[in-house]
């Protein structure tokens, strides 16, 4: 079980990475002066977005037929005060309001995916490093 969330948390690091630096091409690239292909970097701004919230907001998931921090570490403290986090509430929430079930509601009330600047300037990345380092505690 471990093994599984080292590579989910490893994969969301580099999503976040890779996200933050898509992000920033598609904000130069909308420069009139620019050539990219801002539709395409649009597209992938999305995609890795929607993979970050899906699987991000899984590692907090609480059904036991998952393979979750609340599965693999039940009551644990520091999974709590992570999942307490601001970034992490609104991932959750997007998760599964827009990006895994498109809530009519919310969508009627002009709620969309959680902004690119808002990911990149969180501490999300530091929150999956401490999820992490709980992975190697309990080796």
Not at 52 to 74: E, M, Q, Y
Not at 94 to 120: K, L, Q, W
């Amino acid at each position: 079980m471990d093994g599984y969330l080292k590579y989910v948390v490893d994969n969301c690091k580099a999503a976040f990475d890779e996200l933050c630096k898509t992000n920033k091409e598609l904000v130069i690239g909308m420069s009139p002066k620019s050539n990219a292909d801002v539709n395409h970097l649009g597209a992938m701004d999305r995609m890795i977005k929607d993979y970050l919230v899906i699987r991000v907001a899984g590692l907090f998931d609480k059904d036991t037929r998952t393979i979750s921090f609340n599965i693999a570490f039940p009551q644990n403290q520091e999974v709590e005060k992570i999942e307490h986090e601001e970034i992490i509430k609104k991932i959750i929430e997007n998760r599964n309001r827009f990006v895994g079930h498109s809530d009519r509601d919310y969508i009627m009330a002009n709620n969309f995916i959680i902004p690119t600047d808002e990911i990149c300037s969180s501490n999300l990345k530091s929150l999956l490093e401490k999820l992490e380092h709980l992975l190697f505690i309990d080796e």
